[in-house]
Every structure is written in C-alpha cells, then in structure tokens.
C-alpha cells in the first residue's frame, strides 16, 4: 500500500493524477473508499478527509465522504473483532493482545482493556490476568 499511496501522490496534479481524482469523485463513495483505504490506513480518522483531499488533490467535500465510508469500515472492523475476543478465552484473548498493552502498567491493564475493548469489568480482569500471567512467564506474547 505504501508504493500506492507514495504514486498516487507523486501523480496528484499532474493530468493522470487529475484524472484519478475526478475518477474517485465520480464513482461512490463506498467504493472510492474500498480503493484508497489502504493508502490511508495509518492516518488518524480526525485527519482522514483532510489528508485525502490534500495527498491525492480532491475535492474537499468529496474527501470527506470518502473518508466517512472509510471511518465505517473501520468501525465496522474493529466491532467484528471485539465480537472475535469475546467469542475467545480470557487466554486465548490475553495472548492476542498482550503486545497492545505491553507499555500499560499492571494497575491500570484491566480499566484499559474493560475501557478499549468495550467488556465488563471482570472479563477485562480475566484478560489482563492471563497478560500478567505472560509477562511474568516472560514468554513472547502476540500473534
């Protein structure tokens, strides 16, 4: 995605750059949104119509409805994994986000869990008790 981003920037003004930013103006938003989110997965939602309209030299207006259908599907995405740890053991989820939470000191690791990964209070215990458990093995943790 990078060598994408990085072209179509370098492209942004010049006729073939034009040419794609009318291209995604024109199609929905929905699908301008499949094909350069990519591109911006990195930039931060507050951000994301700003730096579309900016990189790739679109309209504003229409970068900001790209950027909403982005912003979906990136809620959309990280509910489907909420919906993935909690279908998971409290081990099974420890070990897929320990590494998320590794610079998060012990006493704050279950508010931080309960609060990001939107569980109650004692699954977010759970959890951050198979992370302690892991640290404390000082075995690898994270897929």
């Known amino acids: ?5 990085l072209a ?10 034009i040419a794609y930013a009318k291209r995604l103006e024109a199609i929905s938003p929905a699908e301008a949104a499949a094909e350069i989110a990519g591109m911006f997965c990195l930039c931060a939602d ?3 119509g700003f730096e579309i309209a900016c990189d790739l030299q679109l309209d504003g207006q229409s970068a900001e409805r790209i950027a ?10 990280w509910n489907d994994y909420l919906k993935q740890l909690e279908a998971m053991s409290p081990a099974d989820a420890a ?12 006493e704050d690791l279950t508010d931080e869990i309960a609060s990001r990964l939107n569980c109650d209070g004692s699954r977010a215990e759970e959890i951050a008790a198979e992370i302690r458990r892991l640290r404390d093995q000082g075995r ?3 897929r």
Request: glycine share 6%; no cysteine; charged share 40%.
């Open 1 to 5: 995605m990078t060598e994408e981003y």
């Open 46 to 48: 507050v951000d994301l």
């Open 68 to 77: 909403v259908e982005i912003r979906r599907d990136r809620e959309r995405q």
């Open 95 to 106: 070990a897929e986000i320990a590494n998320t939470w590794a610079a998060i000191e012990d």
């Open 8 to 17: 179509a920037r370098r492209r942004a003004g010049t006729p073939e750059g």
């Open 140 to 142: 690898p943790v994270g």
